[in-house]
């Protein structure tokens, strides 16, 4: 139940605060004093959409704020919204939204932890549902009949499920699309197998051409190689006076001073010893990469040639060599692709006949759930109709088979007569405003005792609605208020007369700027608005307390 709200800055509201009850709460008022503002704020609240130009004249921003008592048997719904986000939420408290609304941006809030907007409409359609002063209009659309009936049956796991199913489907075809505008032709096939036959028949291996080009640079200098190596060998330890002769001098002084006091040469010697060592073991690798290098010509000639191959490959394909094994691979997948078309185009039929199947089970079962729902649901509607004003009206409904689809393989037409003994019509061809209004109440009214929802909006539900008829949609709203809040925009006073709240919005201005206020009316109010909705003057008034009397207020 919204037990409050709180509204800043809201097109003509300033601010305004109401406590609203259980049962059947009505809200009253001139023509354009701000009614419909009110009940856009509260679907504002739950996730509606958001428009700037809701933002009060002069002001950056507006709030919206509001607390709801979650009933006990929506708290696993809701604890399976706000869980996953990490939301507190005690189901002993209220739960608390405010929504504010910047000129660049807008916060939510739940339980003052920010949300998106997503999630707060996720939260209000467990609690709330609204009906617009026009929705009454999408009652003659088909497709609006049979989300209401899914509705009443509790068929939206199946629906979604349904519409799962074709979201694959969809997916499929587009990648069987995408599957026939890739596949290779024939002249494109010849081209790819002389792309293979080009590179398997040089077969490089990845990197080799930096490997071979390092051994050609040593193989194509491998005199200058062997020359250089012989010098510096013999330089460190082969030649007269080599380095190493000339260390073994060093250690003979180091020597003699050490007999001279050992203090003198301490530790130098060991210092000595091990250079001569390195200087031994540099000359031997030098050596070992001298006995590498080969003087042989085929072998040069063999690398030169090889490296020619690669060279010619990268020109072609490369500018790399890994660019040229990457051509080699997108070349090999293609003729694979070309080869094995009639098995991949198998493998998408099997797929597609299988999501059919699947698709033609499921929509089976939602068609047969929904035609053992439908005759009650008739049966419910027109027990409602009856209340208001169609004692005799009949109403049926109409299935006609289609091709399974996301909203299953059922297309559905209401057909309604309000009178006895008139054939029945489609409601887009016979009904009027008046008897649409009608209608929509009365399948809100069996919709929202199936899926109990404890909140129920209605803008001007009884819109084109009087006299006598007005009484029984007055009694009906105040019915339904027994087991959920209503709230409700009226111009009746039949209807305001059965409210258990009666708030009364009021539009003034001050210093130029107009505002909308918003008050609840205590007995004596009422009676005086209640009159001013039946014309005005102490007849009026008098007739206002009569209607109260009746309606037992």
Same mark, same amino acid.
């Given at each position: 139940?919204?037990?409050?709200?709180?509204?800043?800055?809201?097109?003509?509201?300033?601010?305004?605060?109401?406590?609203?009850?259980?049962?059947?709460?009505? /809200?009253?008022?001139? #023509?354009?004093?701000?009614?419909?503002? *009110?009940?856009? $704020? %509260? &679907?504002?609240? @739950? +996730?509606?959409?958001?428009?700037?130009?809701?933002?009060?004249?002069?002001?950056?921003?507006? /709030?919206?704020?509001? #607390?709801?008592?979650?009933?006990?048997? *929506?708290?696993? $719904? %809701? &604890?399976?919204? @706000? +869980?996953?986000?990490?939301?507190?939420?005690?189901?002993?408290?209220?739960?608390?939204?405010?929504?504010?609304?910047?000129?660049?941006?807008?916060?939510?809030?739940?339980?003052?932890?920010?949300?998106?907007?997503?999630?707060?409409?996720?939260?209000?359609?467990?609690?709330?549902?609204?009906?617009?002063?026009?929705?009454?209009?999408?009652?003659?659309?088909?497709?609006?009949?049979?989300?209401?009936?899914?509705?009443?049956?509790?068929?939206?796991?199946?629906?979604?499920?349904?519409?799962?199913?074709?979201?694959?489907?969809?997916?499929?075809?587009?990648?069987?699309?995408?599957?026939?505008?890739?596949?290779?032709?024939?002249?494109?096939?010849?081209?790819?197998?002389?792309?293979?036959?080009?590179?398997?028949?040089?077969?490089?291996?990845?990197?080799?051409?930096?490997?071979?080009?390092?051994?050609?640079?040593?193989?194509?200098?491998?005199?200058?190689?062997?020359?250089?190596?012989?010098?510096?060998?013999?330089?460190?330890?082969?030649?007269?006076?080599?380095?190493?002769?000339?260390?073994?001098?060093?250690?003979?002084?180091?020597?003699?001073?050490?007999?001279?006091?050992?203090?003198?040469?301490?530790?130098?010697?060991?210092?000595?010893?091990?250079?001569?060592?390195?200087?031994?073991?540099?000359?031997?690798?030098?050596?070992?990469?001298?006995?590498?290098?080969?003087?042989?010509?085929?072998?040069?000639?063999?690398?030169?040639?090889?490296?020619?191959?690669?060279?010619?490959?990268?020109?072609?394909?490369?500018?790399?060599?890994?660019?040229?094994?990457?051509?080699?691979?997108?070349?090999?997948?293609?003729?694979?692709?070309?080869?094995?078309?009639?098995?991949?185009?198998?493998?998408?039929?099997?797929?597609?006949?299988?999501?059919?199947?699947?698709?033609?089970?499921?929509?089976?079962?939602?068609?047969?759930?929904?035609?053992?729902?439908?005759?009650?649901?008739?049966?419910?509607?027109?027990?409602?109709?009856?209340?208001?004003?169609?004692?005799?009206?009949?109403?049926?409904?109409?299935?006609?088979?289609?091709?399974?689809?996301?909203?299953?393989?059922?297309?559905?037409?209401?057909?309604?007569?309000?009178?006895?003994?008139?054939?029945?019509?489609?409601?887009?061809?016979?009904?009027?405003?008046?008897?649409?209004?009608?209608?929509?109440?009365?399948?809100?009214?069996?919709?929202?005792?199936?899926?109990?929802?404890?909140?129920?909006?209605?803008?001007?539900?009884?819109?084109?609605?009087?006299?006598?008829?007005?009484?029984?949609?007055?009694?009906?709203?105040?019915?339904?208020?027994?087991?959920?809040?209503?709230?409700?925009?009226?111009?009746?006073?039949?209807?305001?007369?059965?409210?258990?709240?009666?708030?009364?919005?009021?539009?003034?201005?001050?210093?130029?700027?107009?505002?909308?206020?918003?008050?609840?009316?205590?007995?004596?109010?009422?009676?005086?608005?209640?009159?001013?909705?039946?014309?005005?003057?102490?007849?009026?008034?008098?007739?206002?307390?009569?209607?109260?009397?009746?309606?037992?207020?």
């Amino acid at each position: 139940m919204l037990t409050y709200m709180k509204i800043t800055n809201f097109a003509l509201i300033e601010e305004a605060e109401l406590e609203f009850g259980p049962g059947f709460n009505v /809200v009253t008022g001139e #023509s354009g004093a701000g009614k419909s503002i *009110l009940m856009g $704020a %509260v &679907e504002l609240l @739950l +996730g509606g959409r958001v428009d700037r130009g809701v933002i009060r004249t002069g002001c950056d921003r507006c /709030v919206v704020a509001g #607390s709801f008592t979650v009933p006990e048997r *929506l708290v696993p $719904a %809701v &604890e399976a919204i @706000l +869980g996953p986000a990490e939301i507190p939420f005690d189901p002993a408290e209220p739960l608390q939204f405010r929504r504010v609304i910047g000129q660049s941006n807008v916060r939510n809030f739940v339980n003052d932890t920010p949300v998106s907007a997503r999630l707060l409409a996720a939260v209000g359609e467990q609690l709330l549902d609204l009906h617009g002063a026009n929705e009454q209009l999408s009652l003659t659309h088909p497709a609006r009949q049979l989300e209401m009936l899914d509705r009443y049956a509790g068929a939206e796991e199946m629906v979604a499920e349904c519409r799962r199913i074709c979201a694959e489907l969809d997916a499929l075809a587009r990648e069987r699309e995408e599957f026939d505008r890739n596949i290779p032709d024939e002249s494109e096939r010849s081209r790819l197998e002389l792309v293979l036959e080009d590179i398997d028949k040089v077969n490089p291996a990845p990197s080799e051409d930096e490997e071979l080009s390092a051994r050609f640079r040593i193989a194509g200098n491998s005199r200058q190689v062997l020359e250089t190596a012989g010098h510096l060998t013999a330089a460190l330890t082969e030649a007269e006076d080599s380095v190493s002769d000339r260390m073994g001098g060093v250690y003979r002084k180091l020597l003699e001073l050490s007999r001279i006091d050992e203090a003198l040469a301490e530790g130098l010697l060991e210092e000595c010893d091990r250079i001569q060592e390195e200087i031994g073991a540099l000359s031997n690798r030098i050596s070992e990469l001298a006995d590498k290098v080969e003087l042989d010509p085929e072998a040069l000639a063999a690398m030169e040639s090889r490296l020619g191959e690669l060279f010619t490959l990268k020109r072609r394909y490369g500018p790399t060599l890994e660019q040229v094994l990457e051509r080699r691979e997108e070349a090999a997948g293609r003729l694979e692709l070309f080869h094995n078309t009639a098995a991949r185009r198998a493998e998408f039929d099997r797929r597609r006949e299988a999501l059919n199947t699947e698709l033609r089970a499921v929509a089976g079962k939602l068609s047969e759930l929904r035609k053992r729902c439908a005759a009650k649901f008739a049966d419910e509607v027109r027990s409602k109709l009856g209340a208001i004003g169609f004692a005799k009206c009949v109403l049926e409904v109409e299935f006609t088979a289609v091709e399974p689809g996301p909203n299953g393989m059922d297309r559905i037409e209401l057909l309604f007569s309000a009178n006895a003994g008139e054939s029945v019509h489609p409601l887009r061809k016979i009904a009027s405003s008046g008897e649409l209004s009608r209608l929509m109440l009365a399948l809100k009214t069996v919709l929202a005792d199936a899926d109990a929802i404890p909140v129920v909006v209605f803008d001007e539900i009884d819109v084109n609605i009087g006299g006598e008829t007005a009484n029984h949609v007055g009694e009906e709203l105040h019915n339904l208020g027994r087991n959920r809040q209503i709230l409700c925009i009226s111009h009746l006073a039949q209807v305001a007369a059965r409210a258990d709240r009666h708030f009364r919005v009021e539009k003034h201005t001050q210093e130029g700027r107009t505002f909308s206020e918003c008050r609840e009316l205590d007995a004596e109010s009422r009676v005086k608005e209640i009159g001013r909705m039946l014309g005005g003057g102490a007849s009026a008034e008098t007739h206002a307390r009569d209607i109260l009397r009746r309606a037992g207020r």
